[in-house]
Structure formats: structure tokens, C-alpha cells
């Protein structure tokens, strides 16, 4: 068994497994690591794959005899159908387009957390338990911190408020989302 101490670059620091046996073959190098992917490589990727499943999802509802149904329904059907396959054959252009021209959309844990949070302005919000501990008692009441609402998002951070009082700016990382 091999016992390879390696750090954070992935280059073997030092070789802590016992010495080879007899013809043992001994090769030291460091663990692979996949290339970060831009999100539109993999998008356009992704929307490749789908087109013939699309398609022929399309192709058989609009093999389906519909004679049973009202007309404005089947006339219903067969647009929104129709609407699906123009919109996903255009949706795969513009995904095209974009990677013509070289631009690259990369997501980042940071940039999902800023589209979800700025999706949630005016709702509800929580603070992390730990943050919300060493706020409680300091400057903010219990019941202050119970109910939490999101005002503003900006690039790395939040503006709350409670009670009538805004908190913050705060960092991203001390908000979370409130299911439901």
C-alpha cells in the first residue's frame, strides 16, 4: 500500500509507505486534478446531448391523435409544441453564438449565493446559529434576530434588517436561506 504525503499543489512531499517488494514497480506522482470547465463549455455541452431527446419528445406528442380533444385544445398542444422546439433550437444558437465570440461564464460558489440571495430581496433570511450568537445580547435582542429580512445585495455582502433596524453589511457567507 502506498502512503504519499501531498500538499495543497498536489506534489508528493514526502513517500511514508513501507520500502517495495522484491519487483514492485514504484511510479510517484501527484493525484490528477480535473481543468476547471467554463459553465457555457459545459452548457453548450450539456444542450447538445438534450436536442435529440427534445426533439423526440416533441415529435411524439406531436404524433399522438388528438381527435378526442376539442380543437382549441389540440390547436393548444400542438403550439406549445411547436413554441418548445423553437425556443430550445434558439436557446442552442445563442449558446453557440456566445462561444463564438469567446465568452466565458464561469460560476463560482460566491456568484450562485448572489444570484440566489438577490432573488430572496424582501423575504425572509437566517444568520448563521454562530454569528447570530455573538450578535445576540451585544447589539441586537433575541427577538430582533427572529425575524431577519433581506434589504439589499451587493457584491460580497448583504444589508438586513429587523426589527425596523438594518444589520450590516454583512458577508455573504453569515446568511442563509429560509425554506419554505
Known sequence: MKLLQVDDAGTVVADLS???????LVIHSPPLRPAPRPSLECEVEVHGRLAPRV????????GWD?????????????????????S?????????DRTREGFV?????????????????????RMRDDVRAKMVGL???????SCVRLVRVGENSV????????IGPLPFAYVELVDG
Request: negative net charge.
Open 105 to 125: 461564464a464561469k460560476t463560482t460558489a460566491t456568484s450562485r449565493k448572489r444570484a440566489a440571495l438577490k432573488c430572496a430581496v424582501g423575504q425572509e433570511v
Open 18 to 24: 513501507p520500502p517495495p517488494q522484491q519487483g514492485e
Open 159 to 166: 444589508l438586513l434588517a429587523a426589527a425596523g433596524r438594518e
Open 139 to 145: 447589539f441586537y435582542s433575541e427577538e430582533e434576530l
Open 66 to 86: 388528438l381527435s378526442g380533444l376539442p380543437e382549441d385544445t389540440q390547436r393548444e398542444i400542438e403550439s406549445e409544441a411547436a413554441s418548445v422546439r423553437d
Open 88 to 96: 430550445f433550437r434558439a436557446l442552442g444558437l445563442l449558446l453557440a
Open 55 to 62: 426533439e423526440a419528445h416533441i415529435q411524439r406528442m406531436l
